[in-house]
Nanobody, 120 residues
Framework: QVQLVDSGGGSVQAGGSLRLSCAAS?????MAWFRRAPGKEREGVAY???????NYAKSFKGRFAVSQDNAKNILYLQMNRLKPEDTAMYYC?????????????????WGQGTQVTVLS
């Protein structure tokens, strides 16, 4: 069992930035960020492995950056040039496999979520 606590969400103007944090009791091989907007399916955003290999869903490349502090077990998501369409609840997650992807079914523990609202 991995305990995850998300924080850093808030309300920002379009074009602004936020940095989300996820404090984890420990890291698994694959740590990731997902989001869910009202009326939409849960969507993978980015993942990072213990070795620092990261990947992003196509929509987020160039605007979002995932990083981690392995010593402190903190996962980050830097979000820049935010758009109203980015408004969603954002969740960090810990994977349960020896590989990494953005298939939500492979993640076993989830943070409580932090709300991001982007104003137009």
């Amino acid at each position: 069992q991995v305990q995850l606590v998300d924080s850093g969400g808030g309300s920002v103007q379009a074009g602004g930035s936020l940095r989300l944090s996820c404090a984890a009791s420990r890291f698994t091989y694959c740590m990731a960020w997902f989001r869910r907007a009202p009326g939409k399916e849960r969507e993978g955003v980015a993942y990072i492995t213990t070795g620092g290999t990261s990947n992003y869903a196509k929509s987020f490349k160039g605007r979002f950056a995932v990083s981690q502090d392995n010593a402190k077990n903190i996962l980050y998501l830097q979000m820049n040039r935010l758009k109203p369409e980015d408004t969603a609840m954002y969740y960090c997650a810990a994977g349960g496999r020896a590989y990494c992807n953005l298939d939500s079914s492979t993640f076993v523990d989830w943070g409580q979520g932090t709300q991001v609202t982007v104003l137009s």
